[in-house]
Nanobody
Framework: QVQLVESGGGLVQAGGSLKLSCAASGKIVNINAMGWYRQAPGKQRELVAL???????NYADAVKGRFTISGDNGKKTWSLQMNSLKPEDTAVYYC????????????????WGQGTQVTVSS
């Protein structure tokens, strides 16, 4: 089994910065993708940023130019640097990873962190 532990949430004023971090542990053969999602009250969970094993990144339009995702496949860690934060960024943020866990099985599975609250005040 794989466990994801995240940290770095908190309260910050608009225009400020926060950095979220995630670490994966357990039996992992390959990490296909590392990412971050968020869910605001009354809204669906949405993709914020994604980095694939080849280094390709993808960002939600709402965060482009402000957030940066970085990953270290060897350390099995990744982070989300959030700059120029806005009140609308307030949400619970979840790290996520699509991983291969079995050497003799080609399929992959999705794992989630426990969530961390990010609150941006105006």
């Amino acid at each position: 089994q794989v466990q994801l532990v995240e940290s770095g949430g908190g309260l910050v004023q608009a225009g400020g910065s926060l950095k979220l971090s995630c670490a994966a542990s357990g039996k992992i053969v390959n990490i296909n993708a590392m990412g971050w999602y968020r869910q605001a009250p009354g809204k669906q969970r949405e993709l914020v940023a994604l980095i694939a094993s080849g280094g390709t990144t993808n960002y939600a339009d709402a965060v482009k130019g402000r957030f940066t995702i970085s990953g270290d496949n060897g350390k099995k860690t990744w982070s989300l640097q959030m700059n120029s934060l806005k009140p609308e960024d307030t949400a619970v943020y979840y790290c996520h990873s699509n991983v291969r866990t079995q050497l003799f099985r080609s399929g992959s599975d999705d794992y989630w962190g426990q969530g961390t609250q990010v609150t941006v005040s105006s």
